[in-house]
């Protein structure tokens, strides 16, 4: 359903661009636009987890680096994973977050064709997460919170990513976050598909935004696993228990963020507000606890998870 929807309202918006930019602008015409515009946005309710998942890779959905802008300040990026590389698609480094100093890092897919291949359209290889875990460690020497935001397709899965090492690097990732001694907290904004998004989401507190999914692989992958048929994509999202609600359900997630009707890019300055109030929420809570109580917290917490949630993956 609301990829027809979608799809309709991209063609008014197109139209509305074009009439802005006639010497004569027919602002009624513009208004009878907007107006349906708005009809269209109204419908995008009661959604399926199919619908979610489109929404959840929507292009025009607000990436990290739009999140960093709005959110955080005094931004100084960090690169290279000190063994001689820079993985594109994993963004991150030090800032200030309400006037306290963090790390902050996380998935980047890029906003165009040229970004999107520069960043491997968000699947990192080994060197993204060692770039990662290198950003953390030095979080924790320096006592600093650390908040990652998840929006990734999966791990890179190519021959050169197991032969440098991709399972080992994600593998090093959760064992290092499970121990982490200083407060971390991870915001599933997208796609969460698998180790990929696992390597950087082992918190204290787990977010979602309200059209986010986070699952053990991607629909289509899950599916061609268990039918030998890609094109069952659609069956597979209602199967995997993939939403936000689904997953607060059996206590994977903390907390939903709530969205803009249609989805975050619909309006997104309203996103960086919720996600800012519920990252500070979480951080004032975890920032009155000692180094051992965070990691034990951190061990409670995974280990809370529903049984029924992991005996289904």
């Keep these: 359903m609301i990829k027809e929807i ?8 197109a139209s509305i661009e074009q009439l802005q930019k006639e010497e004569c602008v027919d602002e009624a015409q513009i208004y009878v636009l907007r107006r349906q515009r708005h009809d269209l946005i109204r419908m995008c309710k009661n959604l399926d987890a199919h619908d979610k998942v489109f929404l959840a890779r929507h292009k025009k959905r607000p990436k990290i680096t ?16 000190a063994l001689g590389k820079d993985d594109g698609s994993i963004f991150g480094g030090i800032a200030t977050y309400h006037g306290m100093p963090v790390t902050v890092l996380g998935h980047r897919k890029g906003n165009d064709l040229n970004e999107n291949l520069k960043c491997n359209f968000g699947m990192p290889g080994p060197e993204g997460y060692r770039k990662a875990l290198r950003m953390m460690k030095q979080a924790e020497k320096f006592g600093r919170p650390i908040i ?25 990732n959760l ?4 121990a982490l001694k200083v407060p971390v907290i991870a915001v599933v904004t997208g796609e969460g ?6 390597a950087i989401g082992v918190a204290n507190s787990v977010l979602m935004l309200e059209n986010a999914v986070y699952s053990i692989l991607s629909p289509e992958g899950y599916a061609t696993i268990l039918w030998k048929d890609s094109t069952r994509a659609d069956e597979a999202c209602n199967m995997m228990k993939l939403t936000a609600q689904d997953l607060k359900g059996f206590n994977v997630v903390d907390d939903i963020i709530p969205e803009p009707v249609g989805g975050a890019h619909i ?3 309203v996103v960086y507000k919720s996600v800012d109030k519920y990252i500070k929420k979480e951080l004032d809570k975890l920032v009155k606890m000692g180094p051992d109580e965070l990691a034990k917290h951190r061990y409670k917490k995974f280990r809370s998870i529903d049984s029924d949630y992991m005996k289904m993956i």
């Design 267 to 269: 309006n997104p300055k």
């Design 148 to 172: 990652t935001f998840i929006d990734t397709p999966g791990a890179y899965p190519g021959l050169e990513a197991e032969t440098n090492g991709q399972s080992i690097a994600i593998a090093s």
């Design 6 to 13: 979608d799809a309709k309202i991209s063609e008014i918006e």
């Design 66 to 81: 739009e999140y960093i802008d709005n959110i955080f300040e005094d931004f100084f990026e960090q690169k290279g994973d």
């Design 193 to 198: 598909s698998s180790g990929g998004a696992l």
């Design 175 to 178: 064992a290092k976050m499970s």
